[in-house]
């Protein structure tokens, strides 16, 4: 169904539901209708402003991208963060290389253009890009723990800390970690005085993944990976580099490796040099998984940016923070000096900033509220969408300007 059928508010606060015209009728106050529709517009119209390819926000250094987790598979928050970032103006959408999340992605991003569309304002769609692992990888793991061996006066802290909202002892079918929503940060394993927690590691089909690459809908991949992984690297992409030829990015994550870390990067770029026939990105995960711990968590990501950025001998590629990336990003980029400002040369500055833990932070009281209403879609309870949009543009929008 359009979404159209369900909008309530538009130009000339004609509002639509469910296919009728009800002039001047609003199921919310006026006061919020203003606020909702002052909102949606002014989003809407500054995504006209900006409105750049996403490779041209990479070579001037504006390129946004949403990290939805390489392990979170919860298929209907996908689908709403897609939405609610596509429309906030993100270049790139993160996901888990699984054909159900992808689908999410796609639907959530299909969402938005009709909601873009109907407003009538244009819209680009953000590229979409999977992420896989070419080793055992803190991003690629779920934590399990058997609920029976609980004590029933634990005063359970695992459930505290998980910023996943993955444990929970009332889930409808299981108690314990819900698996689709856990992205394996790790904080509930430590808490346990009961040492009950495990974290189970895996890597991807490969099979699995050469298909996804070559549907349409997948633009980039990106690959992490770590310490000592140079010929897992390596066996990986060539065992899946035939799979890049329509890729628009392709896209490799590395955390701090110290000395090695520019030896490390160019004996990878001669790995991948065959295969790659698009852009490539360096995903520099400063701090991982730890955005939304607090401003100190970014202090990491752009330390490293700045080293690697000084390393004039480092392999070509566009430089992306991520690992503790937060709304304090981007004036730290600032202080240091790192921001690009528009120079489309890929030695001028970071090419941009990728949002996870933070950016699903934001909105996860929004995403609860539309849970208790037992309804999937964002865009049938337009106050939350709009109030969404609302919060992440002030994540995306300062990278933009
Ligand atoms: S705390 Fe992290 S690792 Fe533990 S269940 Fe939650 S998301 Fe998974
Ligand atoms: S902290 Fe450990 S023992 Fe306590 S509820 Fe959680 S998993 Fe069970």
Redesign the pocket.
């Known amino acids: 169904m359009a979404l159209s059928c369900h909008l309530f508010l538009a130009h000339g606060r004609v509002c639509r539901i469910r296919g009728e015209n009800l002039s001047n009728q609003s199921p919310f106050s006026s006061a919020t209708t203003l606020d909702c529709e002052q909102s949606l517009h002014r989003i809407l119209s500054k995504l006209e402003c900006y409105k750049q390819s996403p490779l041209a926000a990479l070579q001037s250094g504006r390129w946004v991208k949403l990290i939805c987790g390489a392990s979170f598979e919860d298929i209907a928050e996908v689908r709403n963060l897609s939405l609610i970032y596509a429309l906030a103006g993100v270049d790139c959408i993160d996901c888990a290389a699984d054909g159900a999340v992808v689908t999410a992605v796609s639907d959530g991003v299909r969402a938005a253009k009709e909601i873009a569309l109907d407003f009538g304002y244009s819209f680009r769609d953000p590229w979409l890009m999977v992420s896989i692992n070419d080793d055992e990888d803190p991003h690629f793991?779920?934590?399990e723990f058997n609920p029976r061996l609980c004590p029933s006066d634990c005063p359970r802290p695992?459930e505290r800390?998980?910023?996943?909202?993955?444990?929970s002892f009332s889930y409808p079918e299981s108690s314990g970690?819900?698996p689709e929503?856990?992205?394996?940060?790790?904080?509930?394993?430590p808490v346990c005085p009961m040492r009950n927690?495990q974290?189970v590691t895996y890597v991807r089909n490969l099979e699995k993944v050469s298909e996804l690459l070559c549907l349409d809908e997948v633009d980039a991949v990106e690959i992490h990976t770590g310490q000592g992984r140079l010929e897992a690297f390596h066996q990986l992409v060539t065992n899946l580099g035939s799979s890049f030829d329509h890729l628009k990015l392709v896209a490799v994550s590395v955390p701090d490796l110290g000395d090695s870390m520019i030896s490390s990067m160019t004996t990878m770029y001669e790995s991948m040099k065959p295969y790659v026939k698009c852009a490539n990105l360096w995903q520099l995960d400063g701090r991982p998984?730890s955005g939304d711990i607090g401003k100190g968590a970014t202090r990491a990501a752009v330390i490293l940016g700045g080293r690697v950025l000084a390393a004039l001998d480092r392999p070509p590629g566009f430089l992306q923070l991520a690992g503790g990336t937060n709304s304090h990003t981007r004036e730290a980029l600032e202080l240091a000096g790192l921001v690009n400002n528009g120079n489309e040369s890929m030695i001028a500055g970071i090419a941009g900033i990728a949002f996870g833990g933070y950016a699903r932070k934001i909105v996860c009281s929004l995403l609860k509220e539309l849970e208790a209403t037992k309804s999937t879609r964002l865009e049938d309870h337009p106050e939350l969408l709009f109030k969404s949009i609302s919060v992440t543009g002030e994540l995306v929008w300062p990278m933009k300007l």
Do not use: L, N
């Not at 800390?161 to 444990?167: L, M, N, Q, R, T």
């Open positions: 793991r779920k934590a695992c800390v998980c910023p996943a909202s993955a444990i970690v819900i929503r856990c992205y394996g940060c790790g904080r509930c394993i927690i974290a998984m």
